[in-house]
């Protein structure tokens, strides 16, 4: 089985390996880089659970292939925050109790960042349309919209995100 080289910064760190053409971005994250932050959830891009960001902009990593990551920058849920210094969205779904089981979280916290990075003061209905493609299958959505607004406010007050390198 025939096998590509490839080099893709991964929450900031280089990362290289040999992967095989077919092998999704999600498996290579999963599998050979054990950052178990990003799930399988349906494996057809509809669920969101994961959603990474590659270069800067949320994207369903079960739908690409790593090699299509091949020299760009990565970022899961393991780089956007830190023990200690969490990120204000990993802060409001803290406190807004927007972590229901946590199986979508990541992914809704990827899709959330992008949304505040773009929109920095989104409306409630600005943040149910940004989450469509994101699926929780526990009680629902609302203490994860009141868990964006939180972040929302917390950066508007000067909470500072970790960037991504790609910010723009």
């Given at each position: 089985m025939s096998t590509m080289d490839i080099t893709v910064t991964v929450n900031g760190e280089q990362r290289q390996a040999s992967v095989e053409p077919r092998m999704l971005l999600v498996h290579f994250l999963r599998?050979?880089?054990?950052?178990?932050?990003?799930?399988?959830?349906?494996?057809?891009?509809?669920?969101?659970?994961?959603?990474?960001?590659?270069?800067?902009?949320?994207?369903?990593?079960?739908?690409?292939?790593?090699?299509?990551?091949?020299?760009?920058?990565?970022?899961?849920?393991?780089?956007?925050?830190?023990?200690?210094?969490?990120?204000?969205?990993?802060?409001?779904?803290?406190?807004?109790?927007?972590?229901?089981?946590?199986?979508?979280?990541?992914?809704?916290?990827?899709s959330s960042a992008e949304l505040l990075r773009t929109n920095p003061n989104p409306s409630e209905d600005q943040i149910r349309h940004a989450l469509e493609g994101n699926f929780c299958r526990c009680t629902g959505y609302h203490n994860i919209v009141r868990a964006v607004q939180h972040a929302a406010g917390a950066m508007a007050a000067g909470a500072q995100p970790q960037s991504s390198a790609a910010d723009d």
């Open positions: 599998d050979e880089l054990e950052l178990t932050g990003t799930h399988v959830g349906c494996d057809t891009s509809q669920c969101g659970a994961c959603t990474v960001h590659l270069d800067g902009h949320a994207v369903k990593s079960c739908t690409l292939f790593a090699v299509q990551a091949d020299g760009r920058e990565v970022l899961t849920i393991e780089g956007i925050g830190a023990v200690g210094e969490l990120h204000p969205l990993q802060t409001g779904f803290w406190e807004e109790h927007g972590l229901q089981c946590g199986f979508c979280t990541p992914g809704m916290i990827m």
